[in-house]
């Protein structure tokens, strides 16, 4: 059964940094897409970032020039997502979400971001 990890949530200040990690493991199929997805409290689940099995990546507006996200294509399928400059705004729960070659989603198990002010 495919297993995603996440990790790298927590309390910074604002202006302050954090590193989001996914690792996938137990994987039958190839991953095509990782991402990551916040929800705020009490919004909608919005994309943040994410990058193709080539390298392509796709960015929210409001995180451009201050999130990257990378990948790495290795036997446990890792995504990153270095957060720089975070805002109050983008306290949330981030997940991670990979799409397996077989069209197949798959959900992380959510991780607090808090920003303090």
């Known amino acids: 059964q495919v297993q995603l990890v996440v990790s790298g949530g927590g309390l910074v200040q604002a202006g302050g940094f954090l590193r989001l990690s996914c690792v996938v493991s137990?994987?039958?199929?190839?991953?095509?897409?990782m991402g990551w997805y916040r929800q705020p409290p009490g919004k909608e689940r919005e994309l943040v970032a994410s990058i193709t099995s080539g390298g392509s990546t796709n960015y929210a507006d409001s995180v451009k020039g201050r999130f990257t996200i990378s990948r790495f294509n290795n036997a446990k399928n890792t995504a990153y997502l270095q957060m720089n400059s975070l805002k109050p705004e983008e306290t949330a729960v981030y997940y991670c979400n990979v799409v397996r070659s077989n069209g197949v989603a798959i959900w992380g198990q959510g991780t607090q971001v808090t920003v303090s002010s």
């Open positions: 137990r994987s039958t199929f190839s991953i095509t897409h």
